[in-house]
């Protein structure tokens, strides 16, 4: 049982996060510290790393379409979360959780997806994801009203900013047009990014939830995909064994152990850092992308590589600082 704590009616004000009527509160009603906190923060890079891998999987599967490919790895990675059921049954208790619970879940996984599926068929692929990594930067922002972070730190949020900045230096000299017949798509993106940012400090919320819990909401974003793919799409199976091979790698790795990994990390570790340090995953992808031969090197990469990296550290340092 997890017993609710009633604070004063001006610091729930003013700490928006602190008291929820949806959702179960931390029992830490803090940001997590120490070297558990850092070895969990150190789990949630694991997730931006596979995270990295994702572009490249994307590209060698073939021609999917997007919701019939989220429904198959969503199916996969939710699948992958179910085996330690098979070992340890009392481990599926997990999946018994509130309807907030189960809401916050499904809702981040899939809301997330489909507004950026939505976004890619709206808008140009190029703008719609810039757009989209604005969710880094909304993480540490959030982050500033969970309980324990002591408001919004200057040291966090310059070094978003340069992630971003990072970012952005990936699409230097491309032809960028945001046209205003796209505002949709772009909106769409724009939404997305608010969806996984609000999704992931959440999650800091409901640490007491277990992460086995996750292989449920990828069951049930896999179900939505499925019916989202029957409804809007025309099914296209991989095309050789190398696509397949391309899918069920993404099922297992970016679409499957990473949103286990992320959960760790967000519940148990420090959410600023790993918002900071997700502006990586654009440009690690562009490296994976570079070497498997599928986009050139360019000196934007580096540029982008320098201002994430120093980001990261400054993020780190500024952590331990308080």
Same mark, same amino acid.
């Given at each position: 049982?997890?017993s609710?704590?009633?604070?004063?009616? !001006?610091g729930?004000?003013?700490?928006p996060?602190?008291?929820s009527?949806? #959702?179960?509160?931390n029992p830490s009603d803090?940001?997590?510290? %120490?070297?558990t906190?850092t070895r969990?923060?150190a789990i949630?890079f694991?997730a931006i790393l596979?995270w +990295?891998? =994702?572009?490249?999987?994307?590209? &060698?599967? *073939?021609r999917?379409?997007?919701? @019939?490919?989220a429904?198959?790895?969503f199916l996969i990675g939710?699948?992958?979360g179910c085996v330690?059921?098979?070992?340890r049954p009392?481990?599926?208790?997990?999946?018994?959780?509130?309807?907030?619970?189960?809401t #916050?879940?499904v %809702?981040?996984?899939? *809301?997330?997806?489909a507004?950026y599926?939505?976004?890619l068929?709206? +808008?140009?692929?190029a703008e719609?994801?810039?757009?989209n990594y604005?969710w880094? $930067?909304?993480i540490?922002l959030?982050?500033?009203?969970l309980? %324990?972070?002591?408001?919004?730190?200057?040291?966090?949020?310059v070094?978003?900013?340069?992630? $971003?900045?990072?970012? +952005? +230096?990936?699409? &230097?000299?491309r !032809?960028l047009?945001?046209?205003t017949t796209a505002?949709w798509?772009?909106?769409?993106?724009? &939404?997305?990014?608010?969806?996984?940012a609000t999704?992931?400090?959440?999650?800091a919320?409901?640490?007491?939830?277990p992460? !086995?819990?996750v292989? %449920?909401?990828c069951? &049930?974003?896999g179900?939505l995909?499925?019916?989202?793919? #029957?409804?809007? @799409?025309?099914?296209?199976w991989p095309?050789?064994a190398?696509?397949?091979?391309a899918?069920?790698?993404?099922g #297992?790795?970016?679409v499957?152990a990473a949103f /286990? =990994?992320? !959960?760790i990390g967000c519940?148990?570790?420090d959410?600023?850092?790993?918002?900071v340090?997700? /502006?990586?995953a654009?440009v690690?992808?562009t490296l994976? =992308?570079v070497?498997?031969?599928?986009? @050139?090197a360019?000196l934007?990469?580096?540029?982008a590589?320098? $201002?994430i990296?120093?980001g990261?550290?400054?993020a780190?340092?500024a952590?331990r600082?308080?």
């Amino acid at each position: 049982m997890i017993s609710h704590r009633r604070g004063s009616l !001006d610091g729930d004000l003013a700490n928006p996060w602190k008291q929820s009527r949806f #959702l179960p509160p931390n029992p830490s009603d803090a940001i997590p510290t %120490g070297g558990t906190a850092t070895r969990a923060t150190a789990i949630g890079f694991g997730a931006i790393l596979l995270w +990295a891998l =994702l572009a490249l999987f994307t590209a &060698a599967s *073939g021609r999917l379409p997007p919701f @019939e490919l989220a429904a198959v790895t969503f199916l996969i990675g939710g699948a992958f979360g179910c085996v330690p059921f098979l070992f340890r049954p009392e481990r599926a208790r997990a999946l018994r959780q509130p309807l907030s619970v189960w809401t #916050l879940g499904v %809702g981040g996984l899939f *809301g997330y997806h489909a507004l950026y599926f939505t976004a890619l068929r709206l +808008a140009p692929p190029a703008e719609a994801g810039l757009i989209n990594y604005l969710w880094p $930067l909304l993480i540490v922002l959030f982050s500033a009203w969970l309980p %324990g972070s002591r408001g919004l730190r200057a040291g966090h949020l310059v070094d978003a900013l340069m992630g $971003l900045a990072g970012v +952005a +230096a990936l699409f &230097a000299g491309r !032809d960028l047009g945001f046209a205003t017949t796209a505002k949709w798509g772009y909106l769409a993106s724009l &939404a997305a990014a608010f969806v996984w940012a609000t999704y992931s400090v959440l999650s800091a919320r409901v640490a007491a939830v277990p992460t !086995d819990a996750v292989a %449920g909401f990828c069951l &049930a974003t896999g179900g939505l995909s499925l019916l989202c793919h #029957l409804a809007f @799409e025309t099914t296209v199976w991989p095309a050789d064994a190398t696509a397949w091979a391309a899918v069920v790698l993404l099922g #297992l790795g970016p679409v499957g152990a990473a949103f /286990y =990994l992320w !959960d760790i990390g967000c519940k148990r570790g420090d959410v600023r850092v790993l918002g900071v340090a997700a /502006y990586a995953a654009p440009v690690l992808s562009t490296l994976v =992308l570079v070497a498997a031969g599928y986009a @050139e090197a360019r000196l934007s990469l580096a540029l982008a590589c320098v $201002l994430i990296v120093a980001g990261a550290l400054c993020a780190v340092w500024a952590s331990r600082r308080g």
